[in-house]
Structures are given as structure tokens and as C-alpha cells.
């Protein structure tokens, strides 16, 4: 039988999804969890992989198994194997044609930015921080020549694996919240580094560093060399991946607030994804 899992994890101190030598990875502490809880080897499939110190409120995985257990039975007792930094969410019985990867309709990503003067040390690896104002407007009119389909290799890492760097970005809406401001990417899929990238770019225009027309000139030259450095990836967290509603996963969920004493809040109402292909 096929399971998938939803997992939430801190990223902070951790080198990302794939396996590594180290061990200090997401997906080397959850194939540890299931083979304690399962007394089994079991590998698993991830939606998405995500960098070193990126945050993630819903990855999907799956994995076979020839193991009958109850979907809580799942749930709670690979979270009795996992670090605190990691938490399997839910648990569901899948179909055989379900992949993690290959059956996601849209992929989301939030950037959380704190502005002001002074760094705030309890938001310290969950959210970005620079000190100088930023022109909203200015952003906002820079990101829609990104809106669409088109070959991002101008935001792509040259480590990048994907076979192609056309994707679609199906939104990215910047919504303030005080001093912090929300980036929310909605895409079909995305490069290695794609969103830090455009992070970049977006803040040197926000910044006032470049005019609004030099990110679509940026984004029809194709060439890294031509776009801001990559930005950090503290504020970083992957807040979904849609499916098609026959495979009855849970919906997903949408950052609502940070503040500096409690940190950040995320919920699954008021999510505006839609499913595309």
C-alpha cells in the first residue's frame, strides 16, 4: 500500500530534504523515524526538495508499505522517533498512482521579511530581516513581469537538476503586515533557488537599486549573471503542494501573522490557492 505524510519543520539547523553523509537532513531523520517505528528499511519520495535552513508548514512525501497500521497510527508513532524540528501532520492511504512529485498541480512558497532598524532576535532563522524601507508599490509593479510562463533560467542555481526552466508562476502577491511583509510565490513547480532569487531582484528594486523595468529585463536575458545575489533563506517556508481533490489530502495552509514575541502563525483558512494544470 501507498502512504503519504504531511510534515512540518523548523529548517533552521538542518541541511535541507536530501539525504546526505552528514545525516542532518529531513529525509535522513525520517527514513530513521520509519525504520524505528516500523522495524524496516522504507524510502521515501518527496514532493519537493527544499534548501539548507528553509522552513516547510505542509512537504508531502510517500512511501510503500506492506505495514497495515491505523493513519494516526502513523502520525504519532514516526513522531516518536523524529526531532523536535520535525513533525509528521497527518497520514493518508493513497492510490498506487499517486507520486508526491509528479501528481502536485501547484506548488507555494512564502517569504517572510522583517523591516526595521534593529534586528529582532526571537524571529532570529524564521524570517528575513534588512533594515531600510522598501517601496511597495515599486515591488509589486517589478513582480508581475514575472506572472506567467516563462524560462526563469535568470533565477535558476547552477546547481539546479530540473530539466527544464520553464515554469509557471501563477501568482506573487506581497501583502504588509506592520513591519513585516509577505511574499507569497504560487507556481506549477519551481528551479533550485528560483524564489530566493527573485527575492533578490525584487528587493534591489524595492531598495530603489534598480527601476521597475529591469526585472522583466532580467527575467528575457536568461542569464543569472544579469539578476541580484540569492537572498537568505531564513524567511523562507514552503507552504503547500495542491493535489488533485480525488486524492482527499488536507488543504493547505496559508501564513496569517509574525511578531517578534510569539513568531509565526499560519492557518488553513483564508487560503486563496487554486488547483491548475
Known sequence: MRIALGLQYNGALLSG??????????????ERALAAFTRTSIPTIVAGRTDAGVHALNQVVHFDTEIKRAEFSWVRGVNAFLP????VQWARAVPDAFHARFSAVERGYDYVLYIHRVRAPLLADRAGWIHTPLDIDAMRAAARALIGMHDFSAFRSSECQAKSPVKHLYALDIETQGAV????FRANAFLHHMVRNMMGCLLAVGRGRQPVDW???????R?????????????????????SDEFGLPAPV????????????????????????
Open 17 to 30: 530534504w536530501q539525504s546526505q553523509p552528514s545525516g542532518n537532513t529531513v529525509q535522513d531523520a525520517l
Open 84 to 87: 523536535d524540528s520535525i513533525a
Open 181 to 184: 511583509i509577505f511574499f507569497r
Open 215 to 221: 526585472m522583466r529585463a532580467v527575467l528575457e536575458a
Open 223 to 243: 542569464d543569472r549573471r544579469t539578476a541580484a545575489p540569492t537572498f537568505m533563506p531564513d524567511g523562507l517556508y514552503l507552504t503547500h503542494i495542491r493535489y
Open 254 to 277: 496559508r501564513l496569517t501573522m509574525i511578531n517578534c514575541s510569539t513568531g509565526v502563525h499560519y492557518s488553513t483558512r483564508g487560503c486563496s490557492c487554486s488547483a491548475k494544470s
